[in-house]
Nanobody
């Protein structure tokens, strides 16, 4: 199983928007939980957002709540992360992740079984 990720990354000015996508292969996203993590240089991988398989409930880190939105298109088997009001602190490599069932430890990277390759997001003027 693999989650090939992710188009949509790139360079954007502060205050701008980007949408990341993660097209899943070998995995049916509507039957799985998915998440986005990010990792800045010299820092540990950080939880960003997650969506549950059963009811599509979402969770966000405090640092992105109100600015980022996680969603999925079941017909396209694709996961998205809409990022608005970006700041330089959002600069990182963003990774999509998946697991078969929801975990209460969803914010911990080690509980996610499948990972995409990552896409660079740079917020700079």
């Amino acid at each position: 199983l693999r989650c090939s990720c992710g188009s949509g990354g790139g360079l954007v000015q502060p205050g701008g928007s980007l949408r990341l996508s993660c097209a899943a292969s070998g995995l049916t996203i509507r039957s799985s939980s998915e998440a986005w993590f990010r990792q800045a240089p010299g820092k540990e991988r950080e939880f960003v957002a997650a969506i549950r398989e059963s009811n599509s409930a979402t969770r966000y880190s405090d640092s992105v709540k109100g600015r980022f939105t996680i969603s999925r298109d079941n017909a396209k088997n694709t996961l998205y992360l809409q990022m608005n009001s970006l700041s330089p602190e959002d600069t990182a490599v963003y990774y999509c992740a998946a697991r078969n069932y929801w975990s209460v430890r969803y914010s911990h990277a080690e509980v996610w079984n499948y990972w995409g390759k990552g896409t660079q997001v740079t917020v700079s003027s």
